[in-house]
């Protein structure tokens, strides 16, 4: 075990996987010679060379169009798209084709490919760099979306992705990349998709969150907790298809449920999560549902980047609101 | 049956002032001392401007920026080319065409203190928003050029972006509709040699990028991109034509990004010290200068004030640009809509309440 930066985590994962798996791939805007503009492909070139590590022309729409034909044809394609902010040129290939080959072939052709890209505020970053849109993947049926908080999971739930048979979005929270190291095993682990994570137990309010937010909302669940009350902590990890029985069961002890996410609240994933809960425990409920989120505006330029995204502030004030019913 | 040729075309390179600053006199533009004078000042801020950025950028006083050292020439003598009425489109590292454009410094700080205010354009100036998307801005200038046409406009769109964004769809879908709409607009490639790590020669395997508009039935032209002369002469005559109906033009300015991809970019990873020590041989500014002299146009004295004058004028842009208050949350709602709806009135008010001052 070592302690890792999420980045170093990341890069443990592709090494070893393409180790193990020589139809492993990897394609991109400047991942090889560079190593990414995060240094997340750092060294793969240098290891596996310029056929399973592609510098592609500039093009995202040809860089998941053709990691789609690797990916029929026996080649799993780790595409990066350099921010998520670029990804839209490639929605395209993502809606019409990664999504529906398995269904639209009858099973016959599948398409096992993951699409990495960093994604969230607070780096002070340029504009159309900040964005969390995971629900647009989340709303597109045949696409998982995986977002890991943490190293440890992003090394595991990164592996699982390139082993899935389906393909996977898989958004990393560039906040995270470098903030926290923690210990990661050496060797080669997966953690499920579609499971969520119980950080920790509490009696009194459920938390939901995932990805970039969790930071915050760790904050806020510690402060909250210091005044005597307790908190159970879930990190969705994968939010399509997401793990709808952790959070019911947890809502049905609790009683209370608050989420938290970077991106729009019209249509958030929240919106979501708060539905299912209304339809399948909503008479567990002794609170109504609090979603701490960014606003619906276009996220605003980096001077009031920490005014849009959640503060644990917020978050505290959310939970506090919830707990006084 | 035998096959019979169909097409061939070919590309041309245009130099007018070379390297040491010798003029080619039968192909010179013809351009006032005034002209003249202010595409040399202009270079002159647009290169101390960035530099001053840089260091700025390093003390945590701005974000993460695209230089624009080594590019002045494609940049302020193609934007000089234009009209009042002519409309400017600029990807994301025109600070120099902005600045020939009229755009004052502190715009451009305010902008990279990271501020929308610094993309507010006066009224007045057809000159439109940075474009981060590398080539979406592409597609703008092309439609921006039809609408001339509707409205019967004597004028013209100009738009930039780089040797990487050739490679986008929007690039080939834009020139394409230039071509069967012969709209009025000039396609003004910054061929620097390099999209962020990758090499011009690993982006296409074209020979050049100029010969991408004869696929869509109009010109490409190469142009030496570090000839403040060519550049203008090249920009003039395609807008001339575009005005008077012959439709697009692309060009390809060779030219060299001196500096780092961006302020977060460390080109060492990939490019030679050497490679960009031969292209300081070729710089813009140094050539013109020259060119200057030779015309008897420029001497150390006014060099000397110039210097001077610029930093002084750079030292007041950030000045006030440092001066502005942080702005209230307000702004990020207020322009939205027209109209701010009823539920995002409701955010703003729980927005005011978390403002941190
Ligand atoms: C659609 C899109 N993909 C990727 C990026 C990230 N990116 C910013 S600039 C750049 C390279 C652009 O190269 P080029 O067009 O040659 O312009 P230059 O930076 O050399 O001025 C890349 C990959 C982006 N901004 N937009
Ligand atoms: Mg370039």
Redesign the interface.
């Known amino acids: 075990m070592a302690k890792l930066t999420m980045v170093q985590a990341l890069n443990q994962a592709l090494l070893q996987e393409m180790k193990r798996d020589n139809t492993v791939v990897v394609l991109g805007?400047?991942v090889?010679?560079?190593?990414g503009?995060f240094r997340v492909t750092e060294g793969l070139l240098n290891t596996f060379g310029e056929q399973r590590v592609m510098?592609t022309?500039?093009?995202?729409?040809?860089i998941v169009g053709t990691a789609i034909g690797m990916a029929i044809n026996g080649i799993k394609p780790v595409a990066e798209i350099q921010f998520s902010?670029?990804a839209?040129?490639a929605y395209p290939q993502l809606e019409a084709h990664a999504s529906r080959i398995r269904n639209r072939s009858r099973g016959r052709f599948t398409c096992p490919l993951v699409v990495r890209a960093p994604y969230g505020g607070g780096i002070?970053?340029?504009?159309?760099?900040s964005e969390s849109k995971e629900a647009i993947y989340a709303h597109t049926p045949g696409l998982k979306v995986v977002i890991p908080s943490t190293p440890y999971d992003a090394k595991g739930l990164l592996i699982s992705a390139i082993r899935d048979p389906d393909p996977v979005i898989f958004l990393e929270p560039k906040r995270v990349y470098r903030a926290i190291k923690e210990e990661v095993p050496d060797e080669l682990y997966t953690i499920p998709i579609g499971k969520a994570n119980i950080i920790k137990e509490g009696a009194d309010c459920t938390v939901v969150s995932w990805g970039a937010a969790m930071k915050t909302t760790k904050e806020a669940v510690e402060e909250i907790e210091q005044e005597g009350k307790s908190i159970e902590l879930i990190d969705l990890r994968t939010i399509s298809p997401f793990d709808e029985e952790a959070i019911i069961e947890s809502v049905k002890k609790t009683g209370r449920l608050v989420i938290v996410h970077e991106a729009h609240?019209m249509l958030g994933l929240g919106a979501e999560i708060s539905a299912i809960v209304n339809e399948k425990c909503i008479l567990s409920l002794e609170a109504p549902i609090i979603r701490v989120t960014g606003?619906?505006?276009?996220f605003?330029?980096?001077?009031?980047?920490?005014?849009?995204l959640p503060?644990a502030?917020?978050v505290k004030d959310g939970i506090t609101e919830v707990l006084a019913y | 049956m035998p096959t019979k040729e169909v097409g061939r075309y070919s590309v041309t390179y245009l130099q007018i002032l070379d390297e040491s600053g010798i003029v080619d006199k039968e192909l010179e533009p013809v351009l006032t001392k005034d002209q003249l004078l202010f595409l040399y000042k202009t270079m002159v801020q647009a290169r101390k401007l960035d530099a001053k950025m840089i260091s700025m950028q390093r003390q945590g006083r701005l974000g993460t920026f695209a230089p624009v050292k080594g590019q002045e020439a494609s940049q302020v003598a193609s934007a000089m080319a234009l009209d009042q009425d002519d409309w400017m489109f600029p990807a994301f590292r025109e600070a120099a065409a902005y600045l020939a454009r009229g755009t004052d410094m502190k715009g451009i700080l305010l902008y990279n203190r990271g501020s929308e205010e610094g993309n507010r354009t006066p009224q007045g100036q057809n000159n439109f928003m940075v474009a981060i998307p590398v080539a979406s801005q592409i597609p703008h200038a092309v439609g921006c050029a039809m609408a001339m046409t509707i409205k019967k406009e004597q004028a013209a769109c100009l738009v930039y972006f780089g040797d990487g964004a050739t490679s986008e769809g929007d690039f080939h879908e834009s020139l394409n509709f230039a071509g069967v709409y012969k709209a009025p607009v000039v396609f003004l490639c910054q061929n620097n040699q390099w999209a962020i790590s990758v090499p011009r020669q690993r982006q296409t395997a074209s020979a050049t990028l100029a010969q991408k508009a004869i696929a869509y039935g109009f010109a490409g032209i190469q142009v030496d991109g570090n000839d403040a002369l060519a550049v203008y002469a090249a920009t003039k005559n395609a807008l001339d034509k575009a005005k008077q109906g012959g439709g697009p033009t692309l060009i390809e300015c060779i030219t060299y990004r001196m500096e780092m991809h961006t302020t977060a970019d460390d080109p060492s990873k990939y490019r030679s010290d050497e490679e960009v020590k031969a292209w300081e041989a070729k710089d813009p500014i140094k050539r013109f200068k020259v060119y200057l002299q030779q015309k008897n146009l420029w001497d150390e004295r006014q060099e000397a004030k110039l210097q001077q004058d610029v930093d002084a004028e750079i030292e007041k842009a950030v000045q006030d640009a440092e001066a502005v208050p942080k702005r209230r949350v307000d702004e990020m709602f207020n322009y939205t809509f027209a109209e701010l709806s009823p539920r995002l009135q409701e955010e703003r008010d729980t927005a005011r309440r978390y403002q941190i001052l």
Do not use: C, I, Q, T
């Open positions: 805007e400047d090889g010679k560079d190593g503009v510098d022309p500039l093009a995202e729409s040809a902010g670029f839209y040129y002070r970053a340029l504009e159309h760099h609240k606003y619906d505006v276009v605003p330029f980096f001077e009031l980047e920490n005014e849009y503060s502030k917020r």
